[in-house]
């Protein structure tokens, strides 16, 4: 069974720094682009950042650029989350996904939760 499960969310200050962690089982790690995906209040799921287990590239929505670092840990099966500098429009639940799109940065904004796996999320809010 593909199961994806995300820890690490929370309360921090607005400047502040979390990790999120996505640990993954029931499938074959390599074979996927797994990426990260976030909700907040009364607004639509957006990409985050992916990262292509394959060969490493790694993609950023811009609102995160410079702020947030995804990387994975093959031994372990995880795939991290680095949120520096946390703004409280980063605020959301936050969602680990995992599937084989064909263009990776295309996924993170047209992707749909009707395809891959998901994980059920972890909250983090940034207060002001």
């Known amino acids: 069974e593909v199961q994806l499960v995300e820890s690490g969310g929370g309360l921090v200050q607005a400047g502040g720094s979390l990790r999120l962690s996505c640990a993954a089982s029931?499938?074959?790690?390599?074979?996927?682009?797994i990426g990260w995906f976030r909700q907040a209040p009364g607004k639509e799921r957006e990409g985050v950042s992916c990262?292509?287990?394959?060969?490493?590239?790694?993609y950023y929505a811009d609102s995160v650029k410079g702020r947030f670092t995804i990387s994975s840990d093959n031994a372990k099966n995880t795939v991290y989350l680095q949120m520096n500098s946390l703004k409280p429009e980063d605020t959301a639940v936050y969602y680990c996904?995992?599937?084989?799109?064909?263009?990776?940065?295309?996924?993170?904004?047209?992707?749909?939760?009707?395809?891959?796996?998901w994980g059920l999320g972890t909250q983090v809010t940034v207060s002001s």
């Open positions: 990262i292509s287990r394959s060969d490493g590239s790694t």
């Open positions: 029931g499938f074959t790690f390599d074979d996927y682009i």
């Open positions: 996904a995992a599937d084989r799109p064909n263009d990776p940065s295309s996924w993170l904004v047209y992707f749909s939760t009707v395809f891959g796996a």
